[in-house]
């Protein structure tokens, strides 16, 4: 991606995520599982808020916020309360959505979060909450042109987890290698399937210096996140250099033309008039409940790259890149068992595999290929059978054949060379073919250079290199002595 200058720019996130794994919706026992229903069907009087309908707190969402919130390294308050935002807009039957709050009283569900990147500094997540997601509208047409809008309440009262950062950020890349390590530890978690369409959303805020702070929103993927972010800083950038002031306005993501286009200007911040929500008691969150959690919590992504470093012997760098997907690191782990040389089959997977993916644009689930493939690779490398150079063929015919590498290497005839009298017939052609270069290696033995890269090249470089050399010297030694 085009790199642009970024100083000065400061970018917050809020991530909106749903915690795909609970069975039920937050607040009723509706199902969690909406995709592919009918418009309308997956409701029920609490999440559509018909008069005497009663919210009751699905207890697993509790508990999978605060594994989450453990996971960012969050303070967890004792009690929680939830709030009512109030608004009218079609998105909630009731009138209001049912969050939490930092004011009036309020407490969100954790607070103090931080996830550090690889450069080791420190973005800081200020909140995390618990709220329902309101219904999914769609327009006929685009959303400045529609006439028409229709208003689905499957999605109504899902589980959502809000994560607000501070504006640390000072780059789009820096957002996108945080987004990276937080779908990781989701991943890990197993709390939310981001691969679900609609699954996260987020909304960035963005401002660089001397403007208007702009708000992003509507971003349906975290891979997204950053293109929305680049544009961002070329639009404000090319409004400031023509002398024209950046104003403070929301902004909508249009993943189709990939620009943002101007949803309101935002005077002040809009009243919504949070008040406490009466219809469900304040809940008490003990210190023995959030030990338990820990205790029930798998491996996180940053234990799981340093257990990788010491069992497997990865540079950190590698370690980092397995574990950005839990399904990459799952993969490695599998391959391992398979493999004899851990370091090899790393370095496969975390350096010639993602330069391919991200060429293609492809996923290693597309690819149709075992941890066995890789294991074979890797044996076949650090055993010598192949050198690493001729192996990067087979490897390459493997992505894109889903043949196995041993193989490959057969048909194309990639071994390596060590057998001496083959090598010795090959040094018998090239010394006939090169006397002058073979006069000059007798006087120089810099000069035996020349004579094995002869060899190497008339076998595309399958020789064994300790072969051909040791052969070479004592060819030379040999005509040296009959002299
Ligand atoms: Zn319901």
């Known amino acids: 991606m085009h790199e642009q200058d970024t100083e000065g720019v400061k970018i917050g996130l809020e991530v909106h995520c749903q915690l795909t794994s609970l069975a039920t919706k937050l607040f009723c026992s509706s199902p969690s599982d909406y995709r592919g229903k009918p418009p309308n069907t997956n409701i029920c009087p609490v999440c559509i808020g018909t008069p005497g309908s009663l919210p009751v707190l699905n207890r697993k969402a509790v508990t999978h916020a605060a594994m989450i919130a453990l996971a960012l390294n969050f303070k967890i308050p004792e009690r929680m309360l939830f ?9 909630m039957a009731k009138n209001f959505q049912i969050t939490q709050y930092d004011r009036a009283g309020g407490v969100p569900f954790a607070t103090d979060g931080h996830i550090t990147l690889d450069s080791g500094k420190r973005i800081r997540i200020g909140r995390m909450q618990l709220e329902e997601d309101p219904a999914k509208l769609s327009y006929d047409g685009t959303i400045e042109s529609s006439t028409q809008t229709f208003v689905d309440y499957n999605r109504a009262g899902i589980t959502l987890v809000e994560i607000v950062t501070d504006p640390d950020f000072e780059s789009p890349r820096e957002a996108r290698e945080f987004l990276n390590k937080l779908s990781s530890i989701l991943e890990h978690l197993s709390v939310s399937d981001l691969n679900l369409e609609g699954s996260v959303r987020c909304d960035a805020n963005i401002s660089m210096a001397g403007g208007r702070r702009v708000e992003v929103k509507n971003i349906s993927s975290f891979k997204e996140v950053e293109r929305a972010l680049n544009f961002e800083i070329t639009r404000q950038r090319s409004l400031t250099s023509k002398g024209i002031k950046v104003m403070q306005e929301t902004r909508h993501w249009d993943e189709i033309r990939r620009i943002t286009i101007s949803l309101r200007l935002k005077e002040e911040e809009q009243d919504y008039r949070y008040f406490p929500e009466a219809d469900l008691v304040p809940v008490t969150l003990t210190k023995q409940f959030v030990q338990d959690v820990k205790k029930g919590m798998p491996e996180m992504p940053e234990e799981r790259a340093k257990r990788f470093q010491k069992d497997y012997h990865l540079s950190g760098e590698t370690a980092q890149i397995l574990v950005r997907e839990k399904a990459l690191a799952d993969f490695f782990e599998e391959a391992a068992k398979h493999s004899k040389d851990a370091r090899q089959l790393g370095s496969w997977l975390a350096v010639d595999l993602q330069a391919y993916l991200n060429e293609y644009g492809k996923s290693l689930e597309e690819l149709k ?98 072969v051909a050399n040791r052969l070479v010297r004592e060819r030379l030694a040999a005509a040296k002595g009959s002299k």
Do not use: C, W
């Open 83 to 91: 709030f009512r935002k109030n608004y009218f807009y079609p998105d």
């Open 369 to 466: 290929l075992t941890p066995k493939h890789f294991a074979e690779m890797a044996n076949m490398v650090s055993s010598g059978e192949v050198s690493r150079g001729a192996a990067k063929t087979a490897f390459v015919e493997m992505l894109k054949t889903g043949r196995m590498p041993r193989s490959i290497s057969e048909e194309k005839g990639l071994k390596v060379i060590s057998d001496t009298g083959f090598v010795e017939s090959l040094i018998d052609k090239i010394f006939s073919e090169n006397p002058q270069a073979v006069q000059d290696a007798l006087k120089d033995p810099k000069a035996v250079n020349f004579l094995l890269g002869q060899i190497m090249r008339a076998t595309k470089g399958r020789v064994d290199p300790a």
